[in-house]
DNA sequence: ATGGCAGAAGCATTCTGA
């Protein structure tokens, strides 16, 4: 099963380059950040004539999400809903629309797209760690019934120096802080894992290029976008990609899609070991 | 330290992003 993650960075200046994308990698499910648009507006019927069903969260001008599945998802969450004791603690969150959440196939997907922060000074730094502080406890609450889960999206943070093009220059600043990374740590607390990084060791792999200075053609970029598996998916876990190709596209969205490859026929017999049916994908 | 580039709103310019 092929599960993407692509800030577009508006969905209706994109449209035409995400179904293309869609065409030719074929994921089973998509998740979106930066959509823009109120959901009245986002255009659903050009993803479901490709054979997905369309779950949004959207608002006018800013932030925005979306999951895009072939299969049906259960369960669809908008927001940090369903954490309720503590729904107090979220309500200063809900008018930003940054946190989709649905079942699919067995596993809790989680779109997520996390503030940006500014810089370390600003109020909205304040923002971001809060926000990332109740995604913690959200992800707590899901892997607290046992769920197996892909977390993933646009976390506006390199998790290490490796994840940065010039870490002297940008080490202990915004996206690239302890603060955020101690922060982030604390999302995924040592059981959820960084696909990517089971495949690649090494630097040099980016997920956002400035559109300015001419960032993409000096490669100068930024590794942010992320894909989170619980450890139990890892050993099914076949591949992660991120496709810098769409960041070269004519006004292309400054984020490429990242994209990993489950190997689910095998979580299905492990699963249901117990009875006779075998799940066919 | 600042600006550079892009999108939305809305029609000049500001706000926001990363």
Not at 46 to 59: A, D, M, N
Not at 147 to 170: R, T, V
Not at 254 to 273: E, F, Q, R, T, Y
Request: hydrophobic share 35%; aromatic share 10%.
């Amino acid at each position: 099963m092929l599960i993407a993650t692509w800030n577009v960075n508006s969905i209706r200046t994109r449209l035409s380059q995400i179904l293309d994308w869609i065409n030719q990698s074929n994921p089973d499910i998509l998740c979106l950040q930066e959509t823009k648009v109120m959901d009245e507006s986002f255009p659903v019927e050009p993803f479901e004539k490709l054979g997905y069903s369309v779950e949004i969260y959207g608002q006018k001008s800013y932030n925005g999400v979306a999951i895009i599945s072939k299969i049906k998802p259960d369960n669809v969450k908008k927001g940090f809903y369903g954490c309720k004791d503590t729904d107090q603690i979220f309500e200063i969150f809900q008018d930003q629309k940054r946190l989709i959440s649905a079942d699919i196939n067995g596993i809790k997907i989680v779109n997520a797209y996390v503030p940006n922060g500014s810089s370390l000074e600003s109020d909205k730094f304040e923002y971001k760690i809060n926000w990332l502080n109740s995604l913690a406890f959200f992800i707590d609450e899901q892997m607290k019934t046992g769920e197996l889960i892909c977390l993933m999206g646009d976390f506006n943070i390199a998790p290490s120096n490796l994840d940065i093009h010039d870490p002297q220059k940008y080490e202990g600043r915004i996206m690239a802080s302890e603060t955020e990374r101690n922060a982030l740590n604390n999302v995924l607390k040592g059981k959820l894992i960084d696909s990517f990084r089971i495949f690649e060791k090494n630097t040099g792999h980016w997920s956002w290029w400035d559109y300015r200075n001419n960032a993409y053609e000096l490669n100068k970029g930024w590794r942010i976008d992320h894909i989170y598996i619980s450890k139990e998916l890892s050993s099914k876990l076949k591949s992660c990609v991120i496709d810098s190709v769409p960041r070269a596209n004519l006004r292309p969205s400054d984020h490429a899609p990242v994209m990993i490859d489950l190997n689910l026929n095998d979580l299905n017999l492990d699963l249901s070991k117990d009875d006779d049916i075998f799940f066919e994908i």
